[in-house]
């Protein structure tokens, strides 16, 4: 069982989750695991963010997390179990060029537009 640290505002940290029934296939290509897996989330009664499967899954398989991407998680109707795929790169920079930009962002492995780019604050006021 994984304990995962909920951030400030979630419920109360310490949560107890239990990621099973992984599967994986190792992809030379893009050098990537194509992994597989159920999230029993029945203490935390929420479907867990991607952020805390992320967590879980570099844990998992001893690895940095910005190498995990999650693809998709999923509570399976009437159940407290998640199911759900995710990528985990051998590479972050082979994660940032084989994955499309709205995964990464959903995964928050990109910088959001705000923080790259400069603004003037004056705007033309005189």
Known sequence: MV?????????PCEVAMEL???????????????????????DKGSTPTRLEVRQMLAEHFD???DRVIV?????????????GEAHIYDSVEMAR?????????????????GEAGGGSEGGGEE
Not at 3 to 11: D, E, M, T
Not at 21 to 35: A, D, I, M, S
């Open 20 to 42: 099973r029934h992984v599967t994986y296939r190792y992809n030379p290509l893009l050098e990537r695991k194509e992994v597989y897996f159920e999230v029993d989330h029945s």
């Open 71 to 83: 693809r998709k998680v999923e509570t399976m109707t009437g159940t407290m179990i998640a199911r």
């Open 97 to 113: 060029f084989v994955e499309p930009d709205y995964i990464l962002k959903r995964n928050k492995a990109l910088p959001e537009e």
């Open 3 to 11: 304990k995962v640290k909920c951030p400030p505002p979630a419920q």
């Open 63 to 65: 690895v940095e997390v």
